[in-house]
């Protein structure tokens, strides 16, 4: 299967949600792998994914989200001015949220400190079994004994526990929170 540009910025969102089955998927890694346009344009999508799930951006205003889902549909054309268009407003709502954010931090403050606990976990593979418990928000692996409430647990995948909010445990899982983000076994890198 073979995919051009204007396919691969319709499928980018489903490509980074894991969404597409399989033979598009590798067709579109083959395509970002020539096109530095694309991967651009998916490197661009990442980020600004990424800031939007930050808990510390500030709130849109009402309806923001209706107008801007409403005119992205409108210009969703396979034209390449239609896409230039779009990729000038997309970078116009990344500068847009890059300021907010950047008018929200001051040029004196200490920056903020992660805890190790707070690790987002990159290097756990999706598929595997770990437990959750309903006092907290950490998974850990089967039989860990840092398990807090042992009697309310459930087992799920650690890709849905991610998706939960839940963070990995720094003691049972500490050979995860040490992989290279380039890792096969990573959640963003992960073939279904």
């Not at 805890?115 to 039989?143: L, R, T």
Request: hydrophobic letters at 40%; charged letters at 25%.
């Amino acid at each position: 299967m073979v995919v051009n540009c204007e396919q691969v910025w319709q499928e980018i969102s489903n490509y980074l949600e894991d969404d597409v089955d399989p033979n598009l998927r590798a067709a579109m890694e083959a395509h970002f792998s020539e096109c530095d346009r694309c991967r651009s344009v998916l490197e661009g999508t990442r980020n600004v994914v990424q800031l939007y799930g930050d808990e510390r951006m500030i709130d849109v205003p009402l309806g923001f989200s209706y107008r801007l889902q409403r005119r992205l549909e409108e210009s969703i054309q396979p034209t390449r001015r239609r896409f230039l268009g779009w990729m000038v407003a997309a970078a116009a709502a990344v500068v847009v949220a890059g300021g907010f954010e950047l008018s929200r931090s001051s040029l004196f403050s200490q920056p903020e400190l992660r805890s190790e606990h707070a690790q987002p976990g990159n290097g756990v593979p999706p598929d595997m079994m770990v437990v959750v418990s309903s006092d907290g928000k950490i998974f850990h692996a089967s039989g860990c004994p840092f398990i807090h409430d042992k009697a309310h647990v459930r087992t799920i995948v650690a890709r849905e526990a991610l998706k939960e909010g839940y963070v990995p445990c720094v003691r049972c899982m500490k050979k995860y929170l040490r992989a290279d983000l380039s890792s096969p076994h990573s959640l963003h890198d992960h073939r279904a």
